[in-house]
């Protein structure tokens, strides 16, 4: 009988823990990650053109988390260029900058790639939105974050 009230009540605190830890993780309140800046567009013209740059993030928060997923939308000059879906598991530091290299295949169909090429040839400089969200996780909880990101570029070939 004392094995039966043992094992009981190393059952009860478990679940006493466990329940303790889940609210504990439910009440953390957690800063967005920010996107700051996406520098180095590149575009690479040859028979799949991509579009390469690097984008800069924040995390405002004191606990590390990582980054698991980007699915954001890439449009120039407000028509859809393509889409960059990453899947990934990228350290975020906690109270950093860290920094994600994207690439995305263009639809050049959609941009017109005669008017692309002109505009790139003549030095025209275009419109890039990013838009979208980051999947993230913080010991385990994932977190969805949006991406809404404008910026004049210049493409260079």
């Known amino acids: 009988m004392k094995h039966n009230t043992l094992a009981y009540s190393i059952v009860r605190l478990s679940i006493i823990f466990f329940m303790v830890t889940l609210l ?20 690479d013209a040859n028979t799949d053109p ?22 954001v939308d890439i449009y120039v000059n407000g028509k859809k260029a393509g889409k960059i879906d990453q899947k990934l598991k990228t350290v975020i530091p906690a109270n950093g ?25 003549g030095g025209k400089k275009f419109e890039v939105r990013y838009e979208g969200s980051l999947k993230l996780t913080y010991h385990g909880i994932p977190f969805r974050v949006p991406v809404k990101y404008k910026d004049e570029v210049r493409v260079r070939f």
């Open 50 to 71: 991509r579009l390469r740059a690097t984008a800069i993030f924040f995390n405002p928060n004191n606990k590390q988390g990582k980054l698991r997923k980007i699915d």
């Open 24 to 43: 504990y993780a439910c009440n953390t309140e957690y800063e967005e990650v920010k996107l700051r800046q996406i520098k180095d567009v590149v575009v």
């Open 97 to 121: 900058e860290f920094t994600v290299p994207l690439e995305v295949e263009l639809a050049m169909k959609e941009l017109g790639f005669f008017d692309t090429l002109l505009g790139v040839l």
